[in-house]
Nanobody, 127 residues
């Protein structure tokens, strides 16, 4: 299993932006699709964004569509999630997840499609 570590969370004012990072400490991410999810206590994990191995395909959950961007740098072994115009309802723990795949243009949109998960990073948006 990959050891995934998220960073970049914190407290931000509504309307601000954050860029979250996800790195793997023990192996390359280049053979994985990467997804970002978030969870509010008591709720299921919600799909936020996904990116295929080669970055050819990306997708976003409805709640962040139009104000977020997922990207990756396979040389630096890192994936990013940028969210702009943050809202108090974006407050959650954000997780990155990976799924080893031979498909170059696939990413999953459900938590069950991913096998490795980070510990999460808290994002709190103050109104």
């Amino acid at each position: 299993q990959a050891q995934l570590v998220e960073s970049g969370g914190g407290l931000v004012q509504a309307g601000g932006s954050l860029r979250l990072s996800c790195t793997a400490s023990d192996r390359t991410l280049s053979r994985d699709a990467v997804g970002w999810f978030r969870r509010v206590p008591g709720n299921e994990r919600e799909f936020v964004a996904g990116i295929s191995r080669t970055s050819e395909r990306t997708g976003y959950g409805d709640s962040v569509k139009g104000r977020s961007s997922i990207s990756r740098d396979n040389v630096k072994n890192v994936a990013y999630l940028q969210i702009n115009d943050l809202k108090p309802e974006d407050t959650a723990v954000y997780y990155c997840a990976t799924s080893l795949t031979f498909l170059l243009t696939w990413y999953g949109t459900t938590a069950s499609e991913y096998t490795d998960w980070g510990q999460g990073t808290q994002v709190t948006v103050a109104s």
